[in-house]
């Protein structure tokens, strides 16, 4: 996806120099605003799906460290507080429930 975004975003620019870089004899002719209009709404789209392809990059990069921390806190709890809990479990829960 981020080839095509950017070979659209190379396409709309290279329209925008070609625009301004013409010659002054064809500068003068005044151009359609509904081809104006057209290219600042491409460059608009461009722009707004760059914007949303980086926050769900950001969405997806949160989401996998939010994964890796809760199985290194699962790890944890069962390593190492493992004994202690079956500890407290055996003291409180499994006297209650003659266990």
Do not use: P, W
Request: aromatic fraction near 4%; glycine fraction near 10%; charged fraction near 20%.
């Amino acid at each position: 996806m981020h080839v095509f975004m950017g070979n659209m975003l190379a396409c709309v620019v290279k329209n925008l120099v070609i625009k301004l870089l013409l010659d002054s004899k064809t500068r003068r002719k005044k151009g359609s605003q509904m081809i104006e209009e057209g290219l600042l709404l491409g460059l608009s789209l461009v722009a707004m799906m760059i914007l949303l392809t980086l926050l769900s990059d950001l969405i997806a990069t949160l989401k996998v460290a939010y994964q890796g921390s809760e199985g290194a806190l699962d790890k944890f709890i069962v390593e190492v507080l493992g004994e202690d809990l079956d500890a407290i479990y055996n003291a409180t829960i499994g006297q209650i429930s003659g266990g």
